[in-house]
């Protein structure tokens, strides 16, 4: 599985250790559950400390909450020896409650694309708190991974063997391909889109969707050469329709060609779609 960064590689690995094993096991719930909850620092922080950078800048809804952000801007530098409490979890839940805050989290999610799970288990602060607290399957699926090496795993499917290998990170994907192609012997390829990232800049300031492009044109140029299916998954629809239906982006605005744009004849929208939603979804399949 090939895709830039927060494209969903290692959810594909999830979804198919949960189809074909059913099962979380308990060291792998255990590390989930400090994941997450590690989680919660990064998002929070994160938030907080854009607040006063954003122009205009944001301040907190409630000035009581000050106490809140300074004790998590206290912490945030000693992050790995945090034990991440009960209080902590608390203050997060009383900072995430301010509206201040949650204007901050609207507009940095979507201008610097902060963590796509984040809003999901900031909303589920006061259950993640708890000291019984087992992840969910869609806990699971979107608690953020985060490899330093390459993942793969092994699974069957009608008694036939497979391995699913996936290359993490961006600015290497290209030398990586080069030495997979190389050295084993490969039957399809898998390449991952963010189709919600349309209006987010990565840390090189270029627009994410443009960047899915570039290195899904270089893989493919060396794929040519080499007769193995491709096959490209779109992900993030939901977070694509949310930006869209919203007001506040607009595709046409990041890439002009989608206001002459017409959806195919044969395009078939989910259930209740919005026809904007649907235009842009074949818009961004047709870049691929």
């Known amino acids: 599985a090939l895709g830039t960064a927060d494209s969903g590689k290692t959810t594909i690995l999830k979804q198919i250790n949960y189809l074909y094993y059913s099962v979380l096991f308990g060291e792998e719930k255990v590390i989930k559950v400090s994941n997450v909850k590690r989680g919660f620092m990064e998002i929070i922080e994160f938030v907080i400390t854009n607040m006063s950078q954003l122009q205009p800048p944001v301040a907190l809804a409630n000035s009581e909450n000050q106490d809140h952000m300074i004790y998590v801007q206290n912490h945030a530098a000693n992050a790995s020896d945090f034990s991440y409490s009960q209080e902590f979890l608390e203050r997060v839940k009383i900072l995430w409650q301010d509206e201040g805050v949650k204007e901050c989290f609207g507009r940095v999610s979507s201008e610097f694309g902060c ?3 984040a809003k999901y288990f900031l909303d589920r602060v006061e259950i993640v708190k708890q000291v019984d607290y087992v992840p969910t399957v869609q806990d699971f699926m979107r608690c953020k ?13 009608a008694e036939v063997p497979y391995k699913l290998w996936t290359l993490a990170g961006t600015r290497q994907v290209v030398r990586k391909f080069i030495v997979c192609v190389c050295f084993q012997s490969w039957d399809i390829f898998i390449y991952t889109v963010d189709c919600s990232c349309f209006n987010e800049i990565n840390s090189h300031c270029q627009n994410k969707l443009e960047e899915a492009l570039l290195y899904f044109s270089r893989v493919t140029n060396i794929k040519r050469k080499l007769r193995i299916p491709f096959l490209v998954f779109l992900n993030k629809h939901e977070l694509l329709a949310k930006k869209l239906l919203s007001g506040r ?12 744009y017409t959806t195919p004849q044969d395009a078939t929208p989910g259930p ?3 026809p904007t939603v649907t235009r842009a979804k074949y818009f961004i399949r047709d870049l691929f």
Not at 145 to 157: A, E, V
Not at 249 to 260: G, I, N, Q
């Open 145 to 157: 991974s985060t490899y330093t090496s390459q993942p793969d795993m092994d699974f069957l499917i």
């Open 249 to 260: 982006w607009r595709l046409e605005d990041y890439f002009p060609e989608f206001a002459d």
């Open 115 to 117: 963590i796509s799970c």
């Open 272 to 274: 209740d779609e919005d």
